[in-house]
Structures are given as C-alpha cells and as structure tokens.
C-alpha cells in the first residue's frame, strides 16, 4: 500500500483535514482507543487544552477549531497537545549525494495509528515543505523542506516532580497549562518550515532563547551541505546546540535523553519489549548509538532496524535528503497474526524538485 500524499496549499491542518475527513475520524477513534482512561481523558482535558490554546494566542488555533467543529467530538485539542512520542533520529553526510541525509524512527504508545499516517506537500512564502503526520494534526514531527532541509522532534526526557513516572507525567502537563506565553513543541516547527528559508534560518529560529516552549523538546535538524547537522535541547527558554563536526565524524544523533549533562530528567523508553531488560540510559544510549551507526551506508528502512529501534511502538520510519528532495517514508502497524512488531502496512517514496517556488514530484 502507498501512504497517500495530498497538495494542501496553504490550507494547513484544516485543509489535510478536508481531504481526509473520514481518516481522520477513524484515527481519532482508534488513539482514544489505545487506552482505558484516553476517552475520559480526552472530554476532560479537551477544554482546558482548548482554553489554554487560545490564551497563548496560539497561530494554529484556528486550524484546531475547524477541525474539531467539522469532526464533533471530543479530543481534537487534547490529541493537538498530547506529548506522548518516543524516538530515534540522527543526521549525517548522504552516502548517495551531498548534503545530510536525516534517518528517522518514530514510536508513538497510540495503538494502532500507524496506518493512517499520510503525507501533506504544504506551500509558504520561502518554499514548499513535506510533513509525514495525521489528518486533523497541526503542528509538524518530521519534515522535509526540499533545498533546506529537513527537521525531526524527539520527546525530550520527563522532567523530575514526584519521582514517580506517571504521577511525574501528570504533573508536568498540570504545569504546562500554567505556563503563558508558549508555543507547543511541533508548533515550532512547523513555523520553522513555513518562514526559514535555509538551514541557517531554521537552526537560529530552533536555538532562539526568546521563544518559549511548552514542554521541553529535542530538535533534529539536517541541510543540504556538508556539516549542516545539529541537535538542539529546549527547555522552556534555554537552548543547548550540538553540532556535526569533524569530531563526532559529522554524525549527531538522539533518542529521548539529555546530550548535555547539566539538565536532569528521567530518559523516555517506549521500546516495551526492553523496558525490563535495561535501564532507561542503557535503552537510551543503545537507540542513539544504533541509529547512528545506521547512517554509514545505504539504509534499507524499517529492515535494517533491530530492538530497541524497532520496537512494539513504532509507528513511522523515514530517510530524507533535503540537499536531493528525495523522501522515503514507511508506515508501520500491527498486523494480526505477525507477532508483538509492528510491520510496513504502507510505503512512500519521493523525490521533490528543489528548485525554488517548484512543488512538483519528479
């Protein structure tokens, strides 16, 4: 099966949304599925997601509501703000090519939502940009910008309260709703794609101490020439920037644990089949090491993947070049009968002209 790919102009998440009404409705149904409490959940916290949303003045918000007025149920804002992903992802020199080429795996504990995953070609003012994401989703996870660059949010480690993981969880989104004056992590994102116009633009935008962030974030960004690699940590206001140089072979990666060793925070392992065989460190660094190492040759998708990279949550897997346009992007679910891993249930690969102002797939 091929993941669908729509052109929404400037229509944003409320234009994906349009083209894939249905979709959308099946995949709200099947995340507030995932789990006993998520439909609770969702009718509690999607007014005061809603609320919190307009009292940050939030640039997508209008989106949100369309979606949700259209869709008339609830969860749409609480899924917007939902921060609930774990992830693997690093950049390198493209073996096929110049500039970087970003490898990327995301798992998401929402059963059952890799099959919906669709691609959406967005156009802005410095250019179009590819976003592998949900119908009725806002904000951006995984992007290309074809001629400059590509970009990928890991969740960033859960931030010490109670000591206790899920009371920890709780707690952190009860403060999050506190805070004003915030943009969500993929919000940011997002709004990188739509106004920078170079890896340059998007790695100072990304490492801006002016802009506050919701909850913290680790962002993976890639460029078109040699050595434009970096990982940046955000926590509200602060930055820490970690570079491709020759030191580190021009190879940096992450998984959802601190690079730097000032900030305290417990690592995030949603591989679940290890969760009792290592620390959470030990996942941690394993991840950030095998995907890597997964950057020097050709990488052949979710069959070159291993545990704890391929893990029971994985849901995406993606290889992108921005300095080619090429994009290869695999959708992963469960599949009765396969066993606890997910499989491919859809594919994708493309190649988009990186001419400036061009859209078109060659």
């Not at 940590?233 to 644990?257: C, I, K, P, S």
């Not at 959470?280 to 394993?286: K, T, V, W, Y």
């Amino acid at each position: 099966m091929e993941i669908p790919l729509t052109d929404v102009g400037t229509g944003g998440a409320a234009g994906l949304f349009d083209a894939h009404a249905e979709r959308a409705a099946a995949l709200i149904e099947q995340a507030l599925a995932a789990h006993p409490l998520l439909p609770l959940a969702a009718r509690l916290g999607d007014r005061a997601s809603r609320r919190w949303l307009e009292r940050q003045n939030d640039p997508y918000l209008p989106e949100i509501r369309h979606i949700a007025d259209r869709l008339g149920r609830p969860g749409v804002y609480f899924l917007n703000i939902i921060y609930e992903w774990a992830c693997s992802t690093s950049v390198a020199p493209d073996p096929a090519g110049e500039g970087m080429r970003l490898i990327r795996v995301l798992d998401w504990g929402l059963t059952g939502i890799g099959r919906y995953l669709v691609l959406a070609r967005h156009a802005s003012a410095v250019g179009p940009f590819i976003s592998a994401t949900w119908p009725g989703y806002a904000g951006v996870l995984t992007a290309m910008a074809p001629g400059r660059f590509a970009a990928a949010i890991n969740q960033a480690p859960r931030l010490p309260a109670s000591g206790v993981g899920p009371v920890d969880d709780v707690l952190n989104r009860l403060r999050m709703l506190r805070v004003e004056g915030a943009l969500p992590a993929p919000h940011l994102l997002r709004r990188v794609c739509e106004t920078a116009p170079d890896y340059a633009a998007a790695l100072a935008m990304l490492a801006d101490e002016r802009i506050k962030l919701a909850m913290p974030a680790l962002y993976i960004l890639s460029g078109i020439a040699g050595g434009e690699g970096a990982v940046v940590e955000a926590l509200g206001n602060e930055r820490r920037v970690h570079r491709a140089t020759t030191a580190n072979d021009f190879t940096v990666g992450v998984a959802n644990n601190w690079l730097n060793r000032e900030w305290r925070g417990s690592p995030r392992r949603h591989a679940a089949e290890w969760e009792n065989r290592v620390t959470p460190f030990e996942n941690n660094r394993i991840r950030c090491n095998d995907i890597c190492a997964l950057q020097q040759g050709d990488f052949a998708g979710a069959s070159a993947l291993v545990a704890p990279v391929l893990n029971g949550h994985t849901v995406l897997v993606a290889a992108i070049s921005a300095a080619s346009g090429a994009m290869t992007v695999e959708a992963l679910d469960h599949v009765a009968g396969a066993g606890p891993v997910p499989q491919v249930v859809a594919r994708r690969s493309l190649t988009e002209r990186v001419a400036a102002g061009s859209a078109s797939t060659i």
